[in-house]
């Protein structure tokens, strides 16, 4: 699984943090002259922890040399380095290094000089035949415009970055919470779901002619309908559109383009307008138009590739065309029906009784509670009796979300695309093994309908393998100390006094 964004990018900090960004220069640029960078000694303050202007040239010069790399490229563009926020995100980083190093000292977090040392003698770049050189360490920090003060101050603060990530990766996490999760992991149920969004629902409710008169007899409410128009206005403009079908013949490593063109002129040799339907169910290369009849909708300009949108809006209605050759392969087209751009105006007696029935439907809170729990029943009744094919028949009236027959665990938040809360999951799975039940769940926005239809038997942590044991013990370490991790550095943020002098980066 990927880890969330935030952790991946707190992980990519700490990772730069183990080699000193001079050494990483002699890697990449050569060799590295310090003295090179005159001007303002430092961009950056954290809560007072400088970042040196040398560190950030030097870092920046590292992360544009990976860049490369990665781009394969001779050199990055202005418009590249603005494009993937070069600059931002070094400062970035090195702010975040800093905050380490003053979360460090809140700590009393101090490497002793012996560690210093052996972090040193440790680095390659310093050793010859294997063995640490101090006459190469010497040259290397004179070539660089350093002093070995300098490079010690450097890599105390190296040491005192990773210190403090290492206790932060070491959340301790008892062997009984384990055991209880892995007992969660093991009890499992098999249920099947549906959940509906309450005010999908309203337009369902039905408004006799008579209402709406009465509505529009009202002084306020032709104030409200003046105002609800005016937010309804952009959506109800209608734009120059089409509906239209078509057939399509793919052509891919498997199917030759010469053989889709022939497979595609042959099919258009014997399609007209009165059997393009059934001829797109049968032939159709397109699983979304399938038993449709090749049909795509409504569609405006810009929806579609340029070279099928460009036929289908110069095409007649009632003419199929001429093969059209895009990236998905070679269609026929059938234009159903033509629409001209049109200003919505509330002067329109269509537009105006679809937002009157719009306004009494949303108003109708004793009409919808009626609808919703008689729904509520019907469903209910459908998942207990496993009249599938009633469900789907009414989820395509009332596009609620369906989910049949999903193996959850205690620990599972998710039937699917269906979520249930800790207080829901207390309910299925307080049913009683071989025993199915039925429930409804509301809340503020949805309805959600759980049927129960096994209970799996808990599996024995005792019994189970230790390799498991120690796997979930890690997994939830790691869980438990990317939070962490996160949660400090987002504290730090908020608390520590960062100044960043933009117009040096």
């Known amino acids: 699984m990927v880890a969330p964004s935030h952790q991946r990018k707190t992980a990519s900090i700490i990772a730069s943090v183990f080699i000193g960004f001079i050494i990483l220069s002699f890697m990449f640029s050569g060799y590295y002259d310090k003295s090179a960078y005159m001007g303002p000694e430092t961009v950056a303050n954290v809560g007072g922890v400088s970042v040196k202007m040398f560190e950030y040239k030097n870092a920046l010069t590292y992360r544009v040399e990976m860049m490369k790399q990665i781009l394969r490229v001779p050199d990055l ?108 992991k093991n009890n499992t149920v098999k249920v099947s779901a549906i959940q509906i969004k309450k005010d999908s629902l309203q337009k369902f409710i039905e408004v006799p002619e008579s209402k709406i008169k009465s509505f529009l007899t ?8 003046e105002a609800y128009f005016q937010t309804r206005k952009e959506e109800l403009n209608q734009e120059d559109a089409v509906e239209a079908r078509h057939i ?25 307008a009165k059997n393009f339907a059934k ?40 003419t199929v065309s001429a093969p059209v050759k895009t990236n998905y392969g070679y269609h026929l087209i059938l234009v159903d029906k033509k629409i001209e751009a049109k200003e919505a105006k509330l002067a329109d007696p269509e537009i105006k009784n679809l937002l009157v029935k719009e306004l009494i439907q949303k108003e109708s809170k004793d009409d919808l ?28 009236k009332y596009e609620f979300t369906y989910e049949d027959g999903k193996n959850i665990s205690e620990l599972d938040e998710d039937v699917g695309a269906i979520n249930l809360s800790s207080e829901n999951l207390a309910k299925v799975f307080a ?29 024995i942590v005792a019994n189970a393998n230790a390799n498991e044991i120690i796997k979930e013990k890690e997994g939830e370490q790691k869980i438990a100390s990317d939070e962490l991790k996160v949660g400090i550095m987002k504290y730090l943020r908020d608390n520590v006094k960062i100044t960043i002098h933009k117009k040096l980066l």
């Open 218 to 225: 009202d002084a306020n409410n032709l104030k409200r309908l």
């Open 279 to 318: 001829i797109a169910d049968q032939k159709s290369e397109d699983p979304f138009g399938k038993g449709k009849g090749g049909y795509l909708g409504r569609f405006g300009k810009g929806k579609m590739m340029p070279e099928f949108e460009k036929v289908a809006f110069e095409l007649k209605p009632g």
């Open 77 to 184: 563009s202005t418009q590249q380095m603005e494009q993937f926020k070069i600059r931002d995100s070094v400062i970035e980083e090195l702010v975040n290094q800093k905050l380490l190093i003053v979360l460090a000292d809140k700590m009393g977090v101090v490497p002793t000089d012996q560690e210093v040392a052996n972090e040193i003698q440790n680095q390659p770049y310093f050793k010859t035949d294997g063995v640490f050189d101090i006459s190469r360490y010497k040259l290397l920090l004179q070539q660089n415009g350093f002093t070995p003060t300098d490079y010690e101050v450097n890599i105390k603060e190296n040491l005192k970055e990773k210190m403090v990530y290492s206790a932060l990766s070491s959340v301790p996490i008892s062997s009984k919470y384990v055991e209880e999760r892995l007992k969660m």
């Open 431 to 459: 049913v009683k093994n071989a025993q199915s039940d039925s429930f409804v769940f509301t809340d503020a926005n949805f309805i959600k309908i759980v049927y129960v239809l096994n209970i799996g038997k808990p599996q």
């Open 248 to 272: 399509l013949v793919r052509f891919s490593k498997d199917k030759k383009e010469d053989v889709a063109k022939k497979e595609i002129e042959e099919i258009a040799k014997t399609v007209n």
């Open 369 to 396: 509670k009626k609808l919703t729990d008689n729904l509520s029943n019907d469903l209910k009744g459908a998942l207990v009796g496993g009249k599938v094919a009633n469900i789907q028949e009414m989820q395509k």
